[in-house]
């Protein structure tokens, strides 16, 4: 009895042991900007999980563009166009931080990223001539996925207890693999029609566009 008693004491106070260890877990969700476009999102989502001088920073950004152009007329030809788009760009980071003074912190670590992107662009011409209906047909799409490794240096500015604001350079490489399919088909002249399909691969370094970004976070 006394055995039981004792494993049940055990049990119990592990439980609150591993509870009050999730309780000063230190959470905060906020924001970054990187880059200003038409096209896309321009701000990432972030959700920060720690302690006081270790986080895991986990980071979401996504751009939809999704549009079809009017049919419009020039003469006698007639032309529509699409393009669609979309991707989504996830990131993991390990943020180790280094309190200056109170409204100051010093934080860096590594990164780990990845990001895929889709597009589909099509045009079409219809153009009467000689009694026929001449058609022209143009397709490429566009497939990418690219995995990318950096290095986070930046400061943190604290607002108050709950709200600080970062300024973070992200320099990084990556290793980007597409795969592009083309089609160009004429019904006036089919001896023109073409198609076209490859795979390409483009290591890149980024120290500048989307490199530098500010963020807004609010502790939980």
């Given amino acids: 009895m006394k055995s039981l008693s004792l494993s049940i004491s055990l049990l119990f106070l592990s439980t609150l042991s591993i509870a009050q260890i999730k309780a000063d877990k230190q ?12 096209e896309s999102i321009p701000f990432d989502l972030v959700y920060k999980i720690g302690t006081d001088d270790k986080f895991w920073r986990f980071e979401a950004g996504s751009l939809y563009g999704s549009f079809e152009l009017p049919e419009y007329r020039l003469d006698s030809i007639t032309t529509y166009e699409r393009n669609n788009t979309a991707g989504l760009g996830l990131r993991v980071a390990r943020e180790k931080r280094k309190k200056i003074n109170e409204k100051l912190t010093f934080f860096h670590g590594m990164e780990f990223g990845l990001s895929g992107y889709y597009r589909d662009q099509s045009r079409f011409n219809s153009h009467p001539s000689n009694g026929y ?25 604290n607002i108050n207890d709950h709200f600080y604001t970062s300024l973070e350079l992200s320099p990084s490489m990556s290793y980007q693999i597409s795969y592009e ?25 980024n120290f500048t566009q989307g490199a530098v970004s500010i963020g807004l976070f609010y502790r939980i």
């Fill in 181 to 205: 399919k083309e089609s160009n088909l004429y019904t006036f002249n089919p001896t023109n029609n073409s198609f076209s399909e490859k795979i390409t691969h483009r290591p890149s370094f």
């Fill in 133 to 157: 209906t001449n058609t022209y047909k143009k397709n490429n799409l566009l497939l990418s996925v690219t995995p990318h490794l950096g290095y986070a240096v930046g400061a943190i500015f």
């Fill in 27 to 38: 959470k905060e969700f906020g924001i970054t900007i990187s880059r200003f476009s038409f």
